[in-house]
């Protein structure tokens, strides 16, 4: 029996991933829970969900570049960038439209390939520019509202992982990544 995720999305919408090449993310609300975690030296930490994680990474190998445009400047974001492989990367953007102009200044990817999820109103512009946007279930009303795609999960619990996910039955990779990754179509006895 063959393995296939439930897909969410409207048949207008499923176009609209397939053509995507390129995922940005934003980080507080969307790769964590939008917490900010202080330790008594003063220290950040942030929670980041390793099925998000998984998800990123393996839509790197199949061919789905991901990056990140975010408002806050911090240290732990740029290490997970890097243990990602991520190299498309601006932090301390509180103008995230310019910083989706700077990321796309090459020209490898025209805007309609461009996906991106964000959780807040700071969101928005890019979110009306890319081809293709989604966020969190707990997002901001007026994102929810907005969007081509609501997650079910939330922000750090899954919701970027949920739409790689879409992504790969989108543009047909499901079957890909069942094989290389070893997703077995038949249960163990």
Not at 29 to 53: A, I, P, Q, W
């Amino acid at each position: 029996m063959p393995i296939s995720l439930p897909s969410a999305l409207s048949p207008q919408a499923e176009e609209r991933l397939r053509r995507v090449r390129l995922l940005l993310v934003d980080v507080d609300g969307v790769l964590t829970d939008g917490g900010l975690y202080y330790g008594n030296s003063g220290e950040e930490m942030k929670r980041f969900d390793v099925k998000d994680g998984a998800g990123m990474w393996i839509a790197g190998k199949l061919g789905l570049e991901v990056g990140i445009i975010t408002g806050k400047t911090s240290e732990v974001v740029a290490r997970r960038a890097a243990e990602l492989g991520m190299t498309r990367v601006v932090q301390g953007a509180m103008e995230k439209s310019a910083a989706l102009d700077g990321l796309l200044s090459d020209g490898k990817y025209p805007l309609n390939e461009v996906a991106f999820m964000g959780d807040d109103v700071l969101d928005l512009p890019v979110m009306r520019r890319v081809g293709f946007s989604a966020c969190p279930a707990d997002a901001h009303e007026a994102v929810r509202g907005l969007v081509h795609h609501v997650c079910s999960k939330g922000g750090g619990r899954g919701a970027v992982r949920e739409l790689v996910d879409l992504w790969l039955q989108a543009t047909g990779k499901l079957p890909e990544f069942m094989k290389r990754f070893g997703w077995e179509e038949t249960p163990h006895a």
